[in-house]
């Protein structure tokens, strides 16, 4: 378990040789063996939903992944959100409305809620709050989150629109 | 009143945080690792209470990778003992070494550490770790505390009553027997912990060169923290530099130094290799800080009229097993201000303080957390014993605006608040007769409606006067700089350091007014204690008041200089008539402003570059630095109003509306100060319904996961309706009040009005917290049966 194997991961769309040990989470190797920092280890248990990434375009938690399990996988993290340096409708919202505070759980709820938006472009509020509940936030009280959800998925019919 | 017109402060800037922590970009402390940096991770006590007879590492020593092994009797050669022995009368001395080194006083407490080339294998090396020990008595209550013979805590102290204080103004006894009727209610707020959402951590480089410590650690108070790592380690304040990153939350668990992170300090410096720590949520929820466990019991000496005569507090509070702070440091406050919004000349407390084998409790987001829910259950308590609307009783005794000033029976002043104004505005808001007759109907129908009210009067920016008055030694004062660079480019510094409440924004809000430039081109450095001036740090609702104002000073002296400058550049006599208006310097000529074709960055250019050009007298540069110590202490004030439906089978709560009223003075910037509403009341709600730290009988903390202490998700959570109201205070610059804790307190004092509002039909009330669906429904099942409430330590 502790001996290191080679493994290749596909990260953001780059492909990345590895040595790790297998026991090591995702979400470790993410944040040590590539210096992607913006997925957050809130609980390493499953709960609170900070280290939040894509797997083959899907939400799941990093810290109970195995970094070995993910060969041949897409994984997606937050640092290829706002790939060409602006910020996507969901973000842009979450700052105009005040969605973040410390900004630990963010990188989670934006990965969250950028695929959510996709299946769901027309959310009611009860809906987003349900959503929501996977990711503690600690900091704001959801309210402002969930009306950045709200007015990002309306920016985005817009957008869909024109 | 309105605020004055300002043109920086009051803007609704978005934050500058957001864009780096919306691309994963924020740099918090576990992203921070320096090559060759080891890891740390503790052994902890499985046991509430026990004797170390033994410590055997020789098969963690062994593990390939690990570097060491080290103990408390390791610790005590490196570092010295916190001793904590304020001249407070009632107030026992303590003394706590680094690491335990005789025994272990809470499941979690800190025996050893192991030091390994990383955390997989630190823990694999603690777990082999054999310690033995000798099981002692848990002491897991106040009670069992307090009880006769009980085994001590602390075993150099001569009982468990750490603190003891009473007090008395006018004569509650008296008032007793003048009184129509004396109505004693009990509180009992339970165990809770912080668990910001980043643990905590440390990173310690010790620069064996220069003999000099750099501790990376999310602190909210950089400067003290450096003080108590300096002379913990036997160094000189010249010697440590602590700088805090980005901080994922701290609610008061990031202010203290800890044994944690003394201890990788000295073993950085002591294996002269950077050395990491990170907890884990177990950790945290376990062993880094808890709060609140506090048992209130009033007697409210009442006229017929509801007009409240004499109040008696006796607050007990469990302490858990160490004390970071003087163990009267929450208890005192929440019996300073318990009257509050109310004119109660006559009142009395008397604040006991145990020690447990729990974990030890520390400042939590509102210390004084309990104290509206007592206040303003005391008074529901009377309206119902009196048959009276609680809204009159409250209007009997309240504060109006003709008894303001007012000296509380404790003898703190209550100026600018508008507890009365607030009131009404929610009493407005929520249309009292219509939702009487909407709880009425559903009542047919067997549904459960309620409606909660809870006045807040917030004790925000405690200056010196405070500390002093309080025998604990500390200053409540705030230090600054502004430096207008060469280029014209604005810098700033303060002693504060944020945790996520976005002080960047508000911040150079304060320096832009108080020098006339935009907000979005001013920069104020925060957490670097080698870069920011020694101040008191981020506590309480200091920031606004004691940083935005120390800044906005600062950035006053700093404008006075630019404008002196650009008088002799201008060849006019005096400043006189003369203004810095969004870095563009003007002139007052026939009652307009004009521009004089200056601007900030030619005066920068000439006090640097040109400084043979300066008027007389006037010094090159344009660095200004400042030290402000607010007034004793500042108040915010607000009304809470919630209306909820239980549900009578589940027990579970259901909110219809939530609202308050808030006057918290000028307001540096709106969107934060709306956020901080937001996020305290939800962190009162969550902590008020779900969330309790646990312990057993024989003192094991049941809570040590997100499953098991919860806190609450957004389904749970009510959208919150503001009220804004700004009187300034008249003392403050700017007339800055701060704020950011009171939404704790009127959101555990209103859910409680509302729950037994709720429940009056049943003839039950709910007197201890967390209100938990099992709970309320085993409250409603008791109704009837004589129950008045159900065991608060039955797990649900
Ligand atoms: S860190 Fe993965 S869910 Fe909390
Ligand atoms: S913003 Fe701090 S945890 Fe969500």
């Keep these: ?162 | 009143m309105t605020a004055a017109p300002f043109t920086q402060i009051g803007r609704a800037l978005p934050r500058k945080e957001d864009a780096r922590f919306l691309t994963g970009a924020g740099r918090y402390l576990d992203d921070i690792a320096p090559k060759g940096t080891l890891t740390a991770s503790f052994v902890r006590a499985p046991h509430a209470h026990a004797r170390i007879l033994a410590i055997n590492a020789e098969a963690a020593r062994a593990l390939p990778g690990v570097v060491g092994v080290f103990t408390g009797k390791d610790l005590a050669l490196w570092t010295t003992n916190l001793r904590l022995a304020p001249p407070i009368e009632g107030l026992h001395p303590v003394e706590m070494t680094t690491l335990p080194i005789d025994k272990v006083r809470f499941h979690g407490d800190p025996v050893a550490v192991v030091v390994a080339r990383d955390r997989y294998l630190a823990e694999d090396a603690a777990e082999l770790v054999d310690v033995t020990y000798e099981v002692l008595p848990a002491i897991t209550s106040a009670a069992a505390a307090l009880a006769e013979g009980a085994a001590l805590v602390d075993d150099a102290l001569p009982d468990n009553l750490v603190s003891h204080q009473s007090f008395s103004a006018g004569n509650p006894l008296a008032r007793q027997t003048e009184a129509a009727r004396v109505v004693e209610t009990q509180f009992d707020l339970h165990r809770h912990t912080h668990a910001p959402m980043e643990t905590r951590g440390c990173l310690a480089d010790w620069d064996r060169g220069r003999e000099h410590l750099i501790m990376h650690i999310g602190t909210q108070a950089p400067h003290p923290m450096r003080s108590a790592l300096a002379s913990r380690l036997g160094l000189s304040e010249n010697q440590v530099t602590v700088i805090s990153p980005d901080i994922g939350g701290a609610f008061g668990q990031k202010i203290a130094l800890y044994r944690e992170e003394l201890t990788v300090a000295a073993l950085a410096r002591h294996l002269a290799r950077p050395v990491h720590w990170r907890e884990d949520r177990l950790e945290n929820l376990t062993a880094a800080s808890h709060a609140r466990e506090t048992r209130c019991v009033t007697r409210a000496a009442v006229r017929a009229d509801g007009r409240i005569l004499g109040l008696e507090l006796k607050l007990t509070e469990d302490f858990g097993a160490y004390c970071f702070y003087p163990a009267n440091y929450m208890a005192r406050v929440i019996a300073m201000i318990l009257t509050g919004p109310y004119k109660i000349a006559d009142y009395a407390f008397d604040v006991k303080v145990v020690l447990t084998n729990k974990c030890g409790n520390g400042p939590m987001r509102a210390p004084m957390a309990i104290t509206s829910w007592v206040m303003e259950g005391t008074i529901d308590a009377v309206a119902h014993a009196l048959r009276l609307d609680p809204l009159d009783v409250r209007r009997v005794n309240a504060l109006g605006p003709a008894d303001l000033p007012y000296r509380m029976a404790t003898g703190e002043l209550l100026e600018d608040i508008t507890p009365l104004e607030t009131l009404e505005a929610v009493v407005a808001a929520v249309g009292v007769p219509e939702f009487r007759a909407r709880q009425k109907a559903a009542l047919a129908e067997g549904r459960l409606l309620g409606l909660g009210f809870c006045s807040v009067v917030e004790s925000t920016t405690y200056g010196s006067g405070f500390y002093k008055a309080a025998g604990i030694p500390g200053s409540g004062h705030e230090a600054a700089w502004v430096r207008i660079e060469p280029s014209g480019a604005v810098n700033a510094s303060v002693g504060l350091m944020g945790s996520g409440q976005g002080y960047e924004s508000p911040l150079a809000q304060a320096v832009a007014e108080g020098l006339g430039v935009m907000a979005e081109d001013v920069n104020v450095h925060m957490g670097n204690t080698d870069v920011a001036p020694y101040g008191m740090g981020s506590r309480g609702g200091r920031g606004a008041t004691a940083g935005g104002g120390t800044l906005f000073l600062c950035a006053q002296k700093a404008r006075d200089k630019v404008l002196a400058i650009a008088a002799g550049m201008l060849q006019i006599n005096d400043t006189e008539g003369l203004r810095l208006f969004e870095g563009r310097v003007e002139l007052m000529r026939g009652g307009a402003w004009e521009p004089t074709g200056l601007t900030l960055a030619d005066v920068a250019k000439c006090a640097y570059l040109d400084p043979t050009n300066l008027p007389e007298g006037v010094d090159p540069g344009l660095d200004a630095s400042l030290t402000y110590d607010p007034p004793p202490m500042t108040y915010s004030n607000a009304t809470h109003a919630c209306e909820i439906e239980i549900d009578r089978a589940t027990g579970a709560l259901r909110f219809d509306r939530y609202l308050v009223a808030e006057d918290c003075g000028t307001v540096l910037n709106p969107i934060v100060v709306q956020g901080q509403q937001q996020g305290a009341v939800a962190m009162g709600l969550s902590g008020a319904l779900y969330e309790e730290v646990i312990y057993d009988a024989t003192g094991q903390n049941l809570t040590a996961t997100l499953a098991d202490y919860t806190i609450a998700s957004a389904v749970e959570m009510p959208n919150i309706e503001l009220i804004a109201m700004h009187t300034p205070n008249r003392r403050t610059p700017a007339g800055i009040k701060g704020m950011a804790e009171g939404g704790i307190m009127g959101a555990i004092g209103v859910i409680a009005g509302a729950v037994n509002d709720a429940l009056v039909p049943l003839g039950v009330s709910a007197q201890a917290m967390p209100f938990t669906p099992p709970r309320l429904r085993a409250l409603i099942r008791s109704a009837g049966s004589g129950a008045p409430d159900i065991p608060r330590k039955e797990r649900p």
């Excluded at chain 1, 989470?25 to 709960?47: K, S």
């Excluded at chain 1, 990093?62 to 969901?90: F, R």
């Excluded at chain 1, 700052?95 to 505070?101: D, E, F, K, S």
Aim: contains cysteine; negative net charge.
């Design chain 1, 1 to 162: 378990m502790t001996e290191p194997v080679s493994i290749s991961l596909t990260v953001n769309g780059a492909t990345h040789d590895l040595v790790v040990a297998p026991r090591k989470t995702l979400a470790d190797v993410l944040r040590e063996d590539l210096g992607l920092t913006g997925t957050h280890v809130g609980c390493e248990h499953g709960v609170c939903g900070a280290c939040t990434i894509l797997i083959d375009g899907a939400p799941a938690r990093a810290c109970l992944t195995y970094a070995v399990q993910m060969e041949g996988h897409e994984l997606t993290t937050i640092e290829a959100v706002a790939k060409s340096g602006e910020l996507t409708p969901l973000q842009r919202a979450l700052t105009q409305v005040h969605g973040l505070q410390c900004g630990f759980c963010t990188p989670g709820i934006v990965l969250t809620f950028e695929v959510w938006l996709r299946d769901n472009p027309d959310p009611d509020e009860a809906g987003v709050r349900e959503a929501l509940s996977g990711n503690i936030c600690r900091c704001t009280g959801y309210q402002n989150i969930v009306k950045a959800v709200l007015a990002a998925a309306a920016e985005m019919r817009r957008g869909a629109g024109a």
